[in-house]
């Protein structure tokens, strides 16, 4: 760490220091930093590159210089530091930046996510002594490897939860790989639980589909029922209207003949009052004739 940053330290504090002049942070020593991280990707080429993440990123030191001299692949980094999101933002503008701070990993913020490598370059001897073994058991729980890369000696991880496993110096820069005791583990366990909950859901949803299926079944099934014994109502409906229509006919038939026998029954009736009322002239007709003759007789 230079004279001039110590100065500026103590000048404003750390938090407020970055605060006002971190979006145009660079790093003095850059050119020695990347050197220092070209002999690292080929020390430590076996590991893995695919989600690494700079941590107290600054204005993209570290980014860049794994970009130029990672080879494998894929290769994937991404940004994280509360004060030097536009700095950052400037040089690695295809990089995603996160603006969480040593605090908020140390209270579990990020506790979840899983990288394959995390880098803290010339930033972690700033972090507050109090936070650091939360922020460095936190980590261990989401990265197997740790490099720390500092200006000074003093600066060395002494926790529980990391191992160192290598390490180098080179023109005063200091790189140390870490790794994590109980990440594995962890993560067998995490893994485990989320195959069991995904396990759970799935079969949930699957019970909850047979049972969506089942009632729409039963929907169908009674709609069916409906609908045919609408349509047997109709087809009934339909068999019975010649019946009906039959019946009718005979109806007005028997109708009809019940009144030509009426009419029948009146004629031969009025036939026969007639021929009754005849007959009762024509007796008294005779009758008054032979009392005529009788009187006469007696005359
Ligand atoms: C000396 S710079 C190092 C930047 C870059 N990693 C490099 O190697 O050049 C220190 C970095 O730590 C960040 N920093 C300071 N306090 C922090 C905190 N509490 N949490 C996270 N980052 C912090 C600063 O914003 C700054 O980018």
């Not at 760490?1 to 100065?7: A, C, E, H, L, T």
């Not at 020390?43 to 970009?67: H, K, M, R």
């Not at 079944?217 to 014994?229: A, P």
Request: net charge positive; aromatic share 8%; charged share 35%.
């Amino acid at each position: 760490m230079s004279k001039g940053i110590r100065n500026q330290y103590s000048k404003y504090g750390v938090t407020n220091y970055y605060t006002q002049f971190g979006s145009n942070y660079r790093n003095p020593h850059e050119r020695r930093l990347t050197l220092s991280i070209k002999k690292m990707t080929s020390l430590f080429s076996d590991l893995d590159y695919s989600n690494v993440l700079d941590l107290a990123c600054g204005s993209g030191e570290i980014t860049l210089a794994l970009q130029k001299y990672v080879q494998k692949r894929p290769l994937k980094i991404s940004g994280m530091d509360p004060f030097t999101n536009e700095a950052y933002k400037m040089r690695c503008s295809s990089n995603k930046i996160e603006t969480f701070s040593f605090e908020d990993l140390a209270n579990g913020q990020i506790f979840g996510r899983k990288y394959s490598l995390i880098i803290c370059s010339y930033a972690m001897h700033l972090c507050n002594k109090s936070v650091l073994p939360n922020l460095l058991a936190q980590l261990a729980l989401i990265t197997l490897h740790l490099i720390i890369i500092s200006p000074t000696k003093k600066f060395q991880i002494q926790n529980y939860n990391w191992q160192k496993i290598n390490g180098f110096v080179q023109e005063k820069v200091h790189v140390t790989l870490y790794k994590s005791i109980n990440f594995e583990m962890v993560w067998e366990k995490l893994d485990y639980e989320n195959e069991k909950e995904n396990e759970n859901e799935n079969e949930k949803e699957n019970s909850d589909q047979k049972e969506i299926k089942t009632k729409e079944k039963q929907e169908s099934k009674t709609l069916k029922n409906e609908k045919g014994t609408k349509e047997k109502e109709k087809l009934l409906e339909e068999d019975q209207k010649p019946i009906k229509q039959e019946t009718n006919k005979k109806k007005v038939v028997i109708e009809k003949e019940k009144e030509k026998e009426k009419g029948k029954y009146i004629q031969k009736t009025k036939r026969k009052i007639s021929s009754q009322k005849k007959d009762k002239k024509k007796k008294t007709k005779s009758n008054s004739n032979v009392k005529k003759k009788q009187k006469s007789k007696f005359k």
